[in-house]
């Protein structure tokens, strides 16, 4: 793929929270981009740092606690860390929309619902109120609201989980931005809700062509939907590449665990699941190493003692797994080109 | 909505009948004394037996004196013969009621300025200010800030005046001693709720909508955090009006409240009662009123669902 | 990087251990509640003012030469001086042991007030929420239409049967005064019941007598307690009130309310009388609203593990 049609990308990206306990460094060193019109899948477990990854881009962190420690977020070449809060407002909602994890609790309980669609308006130009409403009437026939009339002066409490979280896609959709992010879409919403989340916004990013960045801890939904995956740990990007790299030429421990630890079809009866044993490490004071060493299965000494260095495996495809080093043993995770496997 | 107001509506009636109720039978079980007091004049005995009914049966006794309330008779003083309690209604609670709208308006309006402006600038000295006088009007009863109110910026100062009720500055003292505690309550919990409120993920969302500032504190934040307000709205209004007993006699303003402690000093018990009950009914439709507004305000309320 | 010798590319595999070893401490509730109490320098100051208060009560009437109702007709309206400490009233009367007596009666009848309706609201509300029923809706159709009824209108007219007294004052008060705690703990029993906790002991066979002992109890005593503490100045407040307008406390015993109002009638001439009951007065709501509020803090499950 080409270079140039990089419409967002994150650059170097640290990002910490001052609490009474000390600095926690949640996102650490950060690099990946966004193509127009592809989806991107950030996959890793709970507190691995994806929710605060992605709202960084916008900002949305509370700022204090929150603070950038260094990097770029370049939004079509310009960077995002650098604008003045009304640029920063231009982007909020004009060209990036954020979809929420948690529709129950992600819509205001005190406004109609057809007035929180059209309030994305409010204070940008050259949009007036009657315009608004009827885009915004719009969107909701587009995210598969039926009904427009009466959904539109209900309060959120009066609406289904699902119901709510179209309501959020419309939030996110009715200016057209060339970016969505959805932060963890359908955790909250039952399985065959979810399916119709996914297929939804699949079909909007085809008749729209907006780019789409999903955040999820299921890799069912990364398969379902992702064109190329990052893969996040402790702060920071484990391995990233195409859907396809990912998951039949894992090159990352982590993500083998993440894919041995949920259950398929196949997997049959009597068959364990194999968890990843452990928990996240605490990002108080993060390893010094491998933030993932102490779980895993392949640990070396030198794992502990030396964050791992980039392996480019192709175009795409790169991992940070000390596996890749010339001096480490054969495993199933070796794919340095020119190497043995 | 309807449904809901009929609901409060009916409530508020039940609450109405039982106080009335309450207070029938705890005047048959006084003890006897005052109402067989030697003193009483022959006048005041006849009034007596003509209002309350002595002279029938309980049950009788009982439909009578709910005949006398529905007529909006609410007795006679044994002090004064020729005074009804209506009649001091009419002439006091006009400066009672001016008196506590001035205190209500005064309390709720800067209690919410105080409890945004503290939660907005958490952790600065201007919410540390707003903690404390919020920490101290509740500790100060008030008849003690009244008599202080007095004592400086009428005795000693000569600001203001010391009392009586004539004019738009006779009423900044008696107000402000009123309105204190209850602004001080307003604004500790609409700075605790603003707080909770900043947290909710609705919040969030308004800021990924690219909204200013000023519009996600106006319109998303303050509305759904002043709730939790709106439901001390009652209790308030009660603790405004009985403030009005002791903030009265303090800057002797001739109000019900004033006429209130004396009829208690005069032991003019078929006064005191009369304007309990009239107190009671007022408060308990306030309360409906109050209660209404709320539905208003919060649709999960108005429809139903909460 | 070149110094990454053969040796450190050896397999060990994972060591769980060495990142579960960084857990906090446990702590238990109370440990935890305590920790952060005393952490908190505003709700402690509030406890020791209202310790030296109630031993100045039990003890400075006692330990005085004056008798709260000694009159004195040569020595009237006295300014504070060694003699008299806090000087003496429009009697003569000693206003030192007035106030202290006054502390007796005020401090007593806000803890007896409070804690009665304490008991009885956890008891009635406890009780309907956590066996629900019949008796449940009976109850709450009562409580709500009670609870629409202003307590001081009760009050008042209790007072006016009953007459003045320290116990008439008490009863008044407990009349109706049990209502907001009845439904604070029925609602939190309510809740609790449903919850898993409680729906596992039950599965488990455990009998009601100990859940609600084991479980039920403890997660609610906490708030109990911070309601209590914030309840008590209510009462006194109230206790001043009906004493201001004459409805409290019989003369010649007093109390701080009387004190106040019987100095707010000479304000203009001798301020002091006034300005030293209303700095008792204002000192004891202080403390116990910061004491309520350090409670609260302390107990809030929300805030464990906080510093």
New interface residues.
């Given amino acids: 793929m080409a270079e140039d049609n990089k419409i967002l990308e994150l650059k170097n990206v640290v990002y910490s929270f001052k609490t009474y306990g000390g600095e926690v460094k949640a996102v650490r060193d950060v690099s990946f981009d966004l193509r127009e019109g592809e989806v991107l899948g950030i996959v890793g477990e709970s507190g691995c740092g994806k929710s605060v990854t992605a709202q960084c881009i916008l900002r949305l962190n509370p700022e204090p606690p929150g603070f950038f420690e260094g990097g770029e977020i370049l939004y079509k070449g310009e960077d995002i860390l650098k604008m003045d809060n009304k640029a920063i407002r231009n982007i909020r909602g004009g060209e990036i929309g954020f979809v929420f994890q948690d529709p129950m609790t992600s819509l205001n309980p005190t406004m109609k619902v057809g007035k929180q669609i059209m309030e994305v308006f409010h204070g940008r130009e050259g949009v007036f109120k009657q315009e608004a409403k009827e885009k915004a009437m719009e969107i909701m026939k587009l995210v598969g609201i039926s009904d427009t009339e009466k959904r539109f002066n209900q309060y959120p409490h009066e609406l289904s989980g699902g119901m709510k979280q179209r309501i959020m896609i419309a939030i996110a959709l009715v200016s057209r931005p060339s970016v969505i992010i959805c932060d963890e879409p359908t955790t909250s919403l039952d399985v065959t809700i979810e399916a119709q989340i996914l297929e939804l916004l699949l079909e909007l990013k085809e008749k729209l062509g907006t780019s789409i960045i999903m955040i999820t801890h299921d890799l069912g939904v990364i398969a379902k939907v992702c064109d190329r995956v990052v893969v996040m740990y402790g702060g920071k990007v484990v391995e990233k590449g195409t859907a396809r790299e990912i998951y039949y030429e894992t090159s990352h421990p982590y993500t083998s665990g993440l894919m041995h630890s949920i259950a398929r079809l196949e997997t049959a009866r009597g068959d364990k699941l194999q968890p990843i044993e452990g928990t996240p490490p605490d990002l108080f004071s993060p390893p010094v190493g491998c933030p993932f060493a102490a779980r895993c299965d392949y640990c070396m000494d030198v794992c502990n003692q030396y964050p791992p260095e980039e392996y480019k495996l192709s175009d795409e495809h790169m991992t940070r797994c000390w596996l890749q080093h010339e001096n480490a043993p054969d495993t199933e995770f070796r794919r340095r080109k020119g190497e043995a496997k | 909505m309807t449904k809901y107001v009929i609901k409060r509506v009916i409530?508020?009636i039940?609450?109405l009948w039982?106080?009335v109720t309450?207070?029938f039978f705890?005047v048959r079980?006084?003890?006897g004394e005052p109402f067989t007091n030697p003193k009483l004049t022959p006048q005041v005995i006849e009034n007596m037996t003509k209002y309350y009914g002595f002279d029938k049966p309980l049950i009788v006794q009982y439909f009578h004196y709910l005949g006398n309330l529905l007529h909006g008779d609410f007795g006679f003083s044994m002090k004064y013969t020729n005074k009804t309690v209506n009649y001091i209604i009419g002439q006091t609670f006009p400066f009672s009621a001016d008196l506590g709208i001035r205190a209500l308006c005064l309390a709720i309006s800067f209690g919410l300025i105080l409890g945004i402006l503290a939660a907005r600038k958490r952790g600065t000295k201007i919410d540390f200010f707003c903690v404390i006088v919020a920490?101290?009007g509740?500790?100060?009863?008030d008849?003690?800030m009244g008599?202080?109110l007095?004592?400086f910026f009428g005795?000693k100062w000569g600001l203001l005046p010391v009392a009586q009720y004539k004019g738009i500055e006779y009423t900044i003292l008696p107000a402000t001693a009123l309105a204190f505690y209850t602004l001080a309550s307003v604004s500790r919990i609409m700075r605790a709720s603003m707080l909770e409120v900043t947290t909710?993920?609705?919040i969030?969302?308004?800021?990924?909508?690219?909204?200013?500032e000023a519009?996600i504190t106006v319109?998303?934040q303050i509305?759904?955090a002043i709730?939790p307000v709106m439901t001390i709205l009652g209790p308030t209004v009660?603790s405004v009006l009985?403030g009005t007993?002791?903030i009265e006699?303090?800057f002797a303003i001739p109000g019900m409240g004033k006429y209130?402690?004396e009829s208690?000093?005069n032991n003019d018990?078929s006064m005191?009662?009369g304007m309990?009950l009239f107190?009671?009914i007022f408060?308990?439709t306030a309360?409906l009123i109050v209660d209404i507004l709320y539905g208003v305000?919060?649709?999960?309320v108005r429809?139903g669902?909460r | 990087m070149e110094n990454l010798s053969k040796e450190m590319f050896v397999i060990k595999g994972k060591n769980i251990e060495k990142m579960e070893t960084i857990s906090r401490p446990s702590l238990s509730f109370w440990q935890d509640a305590w920790r952060r109490f005393r952490k908190n320098k505003a709700a402690f100051a509030g406890m020791c003012i209202l310790l030296a208060y109630i031993l100045l009560a039990i003890f400075a009437p006692m330990l005085s030469k004056y008798g709260f109702s000694t009159m004195d007709a040569t020595n009237q309206h006295a300014a504070p001086s060694l003699e008299h400490w806090f000087g003496t009233d429009a009697t003569g009367r000693d206003q030192w042991v007035r106030t202290w007596m006054g502390a007796r009666v005020s401090l007593s009848i806000g803890l007896f007030a409070a804690t009665i309706n304490m008991c009885v609201g956890a008891v009635i509300g406890g009780l309907c929420g956590y066996y629900g029923g019949k008796l449940d809706m009976i109850m709450m159709r009562i409580v709500d239409i009670l609870y629409g009824i202003p307590s001081l209108i009760i009050t008042i007219l209790v007072m006016l049967v009953l007459g003045k007294g320290v116990a008439p004052l008490i009863v008044a008060m407990c009349v109706v005064g049990w209502i907001g705690t009845c439904r604070f703990v029925r609602g939190e029993v309510y809740r609790l019941k449903e919850q898993d906790f409680v729906m596992a002991a039950k599965v488990l066979g455990v009998s009601d007598f100990v859940i609600i002992i084991k479980h039920i109890i403890p997660n609610i005593v906490g708030m109990l307690v911070t309601n209590l503490c914030l309840a008590i100045p209510g009462a006194i407040f109230q206790e001043a009130f009906l004493s201001y307008i004459g409805l409290g406390i019989a003369p010649p015993r007093c109390s701080w309310g009387i004190l106040a109002k019987e100095g707010i009638a000479y304000l203009r001439v001798h301020p002091h009388e006034v300005a030293i009951p209303a700095a008792v007065i204002c000192t004891t709501m202080l403390a116990l609203n910061l004491l309520g509020d350090g409670l609260r803090d302390a107990v809030d499950p929300k805030l464990r593990g906080t510093e």
């Fill in positions: 409530a508020a039940l609450t039982a106080l309450i207070v705890l079980l006084m003890p920490i101290i509740t500790s100060i009863p008849f003690i008599a202080l007095q004592y005795i909710q993920d609705y969030k969302t308004a800021r990924s909508k690219g909204l200013t519009r319109r998303h509305r759904n709730m009660a009985t007993f002791v006699s303090i209130y402690v208690v000093n018990y005191i009662l309990t107190y009671g408060l308990v309360n305000a919060d649709p999960r429809i669902k």
